[in-house]
């Protein structure tokens, strides 16, 4: 394990908001070389972050993205995972201020994700592109033991949106509230929903509260990551935008915007962008240096 005087400058950034005291933060290890798992895994538990990114240049290239391709890894307090959509953005806007906007490409251990960095009206945006999602039944039992998890009654879910588990790099359970209402009222049984989230190899449960045709409210519990909620969640987005276009719940050609950290005192806004022909979903947002 490397020693602390060894180890490497950790950057932090917030993704999905241009306001440092908004959105998702992350920290960021832009040469993480000379790191190995059980160094990752202690940066990632001493900043406390949900997820932390770590990163290491392919010389070689990648899909013809030479310069401006990395491995990327996830850790969070708890454990590794196979991909986090606001910490590839906030380590794509950390890798912009160092080598410049434009395409970069990340090899995950979800497979290959592209990103593209621009400043847009003077704010700093990202673009992930999704590795090819797909969707899965959730067992009736299964249902119910998160639904009991959450202290959530099968009458406060909204019947147009059926529970789904989605996969857009990591595997979401999907569950619409009926009102705005039932989703602000979050107190889960914290180790009740961690097991059953193990038990089926889940990253977040995403809560959605449908405002308009497409405008959404998320939340994201994370008791598998050693987190009680996920302020922006940029792989759980991915994952809904799979699942919307799937169902049909939206024209082929949409663009999404979810608000989620309101309830937390964090705000963030996710735009999330369908194509026809394309399963792979787009997310997009803001960040911004921490400090």
């Not at 950034?13 to 992350?26: L, R």
């Not at 406390?48 to 990114?53: P, R, W």
């Not at 705005?180 to 809560?207: G, I, K, N, S």
């Amino acid at each position: 394990m490397t020693s602390n005087a060894n180890r490497p400058e950790v950057l932090r950034y917030t993704a999905f908001s241009g306001e440092p005291e908004g959105g998702n933060p992350a920290g960021v290890v832009l040469d993480a070389t000379h790191l190995d798992d059980g160094d990752m895994l202690a940066i990632a538990a001493d900043l406390g972050y949900s997820e932390s990114a770590f990163l290491t240049a392919l010389p070689d290239g990648l899909d013809g993205h030479e310069g401006r391709a990395y491995a990327i890894r996830y850790f969070s307090p708890k454990a590794e995972v196979p991909f986090c959509g606001h910490a590839t953005v906030a380590a794509a806007i950390a890798l912009a201020e160092e080598v410049g906007p434009g395409e970069l490409v990340f090899s995950t251990r979800a497979g290959v994700v592209p990103v593209s960095v621009a400043e847009v009206d003077g704010t700093v945006r990202a673009t992930l592109t999704s590795v090819e999602p797909h969707l899965a039944e959730i067992d009736g039992a299964d249902l119910d033991e998160a639904l009991a998890a959450l202290d959530w009654p099968e009458a406060d879910l909204d019947p147009a949106f059926p529970p789904r588990i989605a996969f857009a790099g990591a595997r979401h359970l999907v569950l619409a509230a009926a009102t705005r209402a039932r989703l602000a009222d979050l107190a889960y049984d914290f180790a009740r929903l961690e097991a059953l989230m193990h038990r089926l190899d889940l990253t977040t449960v995403q809560l959605v509260w449908r405002e308009s045709a497409t405008v959404f409210h998320v939340r994201d519990p994370f008791p598998v990551g050693g987190v009680v909620e996920d302020p922006a969640t940029g792989a759980a987005a991915a994952a809904f935008g799979a699942y919307v276009c799937e169902l049909g719940l939206v024209p082929e050609d949409a663009v999404l915007t979810l608000h989620q950290g309101e309830d937390l005192g964090r705000p963030g806004e996710l735009t999330v962008t369908l194509r026809t022909g394309d399963p792979r979903i787009r997310v997009s947002g803001a960040g911004t240096r921490i400090g």
